[in-house]
């Protein structure tokens, strides 16, 4: 069966689309991008290194306006990054049978709580799947055996999350995204099997 | 690094132990007992024919002879599984490094809440990894997929669930195990892989 697995290039998101592939189900890792900024090019990288089919899903940027506006309104990010991040979910329910992503047990955002998970399920029969079984030193300890790593400084802007774009849009409207996230923090992308 | 799966033989913890095999963590089946029942004989089956390691595991009556008091006092068997269960997740976390169980995000029981879990993981400097990522819909799936299925009938007391050592427990103090349990129900056996 098809499983869309929401793909950052990250190892959360590269840890969630192995497991699913090697329970035989067919994996196709999909990287969202609202017209802002290039931000899937990272993903499309890691996703050819682990050698998955990819594909970028291209979505309103009226999504990623709203998100900002929650953003720029609350003085932090998490309702708006929840928001984007379901109603991604929602349009990729429309288009897969199965839709899966890297959030995982101790992630505070993105994050669908039980009820919009079994929502979510229900009114498009999908199934929705997770890393929420694992804890961070679980998905460390795994990604570090399977993937080969590499750091990235948030500031370069060189990584697929959502937080990319996000970060683009706030500049261009003038404001601070440093305000708004922590200053400079590193991500991790996955760049080949070990 | 071996990882210690809690095994019943059902499609449930016979999936976690799938995942885990095939991330390639050393996965050893263990099936608690407690002395009152062989109810463990099932979930031999079951691991010999998956080709896993299976391990019997005694534990100390005293924990079903608490958990069953829980139950007849609650009238309902839940705090009384759950109390179970978490002992023997605390029993087996000093002794591997990482403790697998076939929990899944809708079951209610057993269940170890977020803060039960970091302490357990803490405390004991292992990883706890669980089912709780996927729901019914996919497990069903996956189960039917990889494994061959048998149905078996709660009441004849051929599964190696806590409910088996429990009721057996109930009865033998003169208790009818079905004020406390649905009268019958089917659980699953895993028999072999597809």
């Known amino acids: 069966m098809k499983a869309c697995v929401l793909f950052s290039g990250g190892k959360d998101s590269s840890l969630m689309a192995t497991i699913l592939d090697r ?8 990287t969202v991008n609202f017209g802002i900024y290039d931000s899937w090019k990272a993903a499309a990288e890691s996703a050819k290194a682990l050698d998955f089919e990819h594909k970028v899903l291209k979505l309103n940027k009226k999504i ?15 309702n708006g990054i929840n928001y984007l991040h379901k109603k991604v979910v929602e349009k990729v329910a429309k288009k897969y ?30 199934e929705y799947i997770t890393l929420r079984g694992m804890g961070h030193k679980t998905i460390n ?32 409207i003038g404001e601070k995204p440093e305000s708004y996230f922590p200053p400079s923090h ?5 760049i080949g099997w070990k």
Chains 1, 2 share one sequence.
């Open 186 to 190: 590193y991500q991790t992308q996955v």
């Open 141 to 172: 300890r795994l990604s570090a055996r399977l993937f080969k790593l590499r750091k990235i400084d948030s500031k370069l802007m060189k990584t697929s999350d959502y937080e990319v774009e996000i970060r683009y849009l706030i500049k261009k």
């Open 97 to 126: 049978p199965v839709v899966a992503d890297g959030t995982r047990r101790d992630d505070r955002v993105p994050k669908l709580n039980i009820d919009e998970i079994r929502s979510l399920e229900d009114k498009n029969d999908i």
């Open 23 to 30: 329970l035989g189900m067919d994996v196709e890792l999909v």
């Open 64 to 78: 990623i306006i709203k998100a900002v506006e929650k953003i720029l309104e609350d003085g932090f990010p998490n």
